[in-house]
């Protein structure tokens, strides 16, 4: 197999991290095991093999598949940038695996685009985007800052009079990112105004944190159960709720508990 340069290792890296939400947990992939000795048992991988230790009594051999559910994503930066690894584990067998982005998401089968009929979750999904579009352009706005500062502090005498170019093309460039910053402000705006009506007009305040987790903050499945208290069938059946419905001030939700009216003014006629 070729030897990656830094830089295809760095861009591989980088993919991964921006896909990273290709794998989440309780996603299952499968591995099929090509060698196995008394030690451990190989599963080809993209970048190469993974090792897994043999269990006493479950020993696999060529053509067993192993098969294993993520149970975390880990993400963290080092000298080709960020990267993100995912903990698989193997409910028969024990097996606790790391694998890294890219052979995790070139094993893992690919999602495709689910259809909605609410037409208000495109107008959420896009607040995330557009937000992340006005913090990217700060960035560009303080590397450019500090690189015309830079320039400044070192400017001595130059002959013949005149602006240095390294001068006039970094204020070219902010100016050119301050009228960027100023377009993309402006539609954040109006994006959080459309958001902000939608969700206003969603009065139960589980469902509201539902839609705001799901469709605007891009969490996680399992970031949304855990903070909701909700089972998988739960949150499915509230994702289709949601999803299904023409809009978000006809979505049905469905609560766990109704106050039973009629029983509490019976109970308060019997009252003397």
Known sequence: MRQMTEQEQAARQRR????????LPGDCISLRCIR????????QLESGELACCQEPG???KPGDMLRLTCTAATIGENGYGPFVDYVFTARETGHTVIINGPDAQAAAPKRTARA?????????TEVLSIMQAVGEIEQRRGWQRDRMSH?????????????PKGLDAALAALDELDREQREEC????????KAQAILN??????????????????CSDAEVRRELNMGRRGFERARRCVENARSMAAVKWQERFILDQTEDEGAGSTKK
């Open 16 to 23: 991964a991290y921006e896909n990273r939400e290709d794998i």
């Open 36 to 43: 196995a000795g008394a030690e451990a048992a190989f599963f």
């Open 58 to 60: 479950r020993e696999l």
């Open 116 to 124: 909605v009929s609410n037409r208000d979750i495109p107008t959420l």
């Open 151 to 163: 320039i400044t502090q070192t400017i001595s005498g130059m002959p013949g009079g005149g602006s």
């Open 186 to 193: 402006l539609l954040y705006v109006r994006q959080l105004r």
């Open 201 to 218: 007009g969603i009065e139960n305040l589980n469902m509201r944190t539902f839609v705001v987790m799901r469709y605007v903050m891009g």
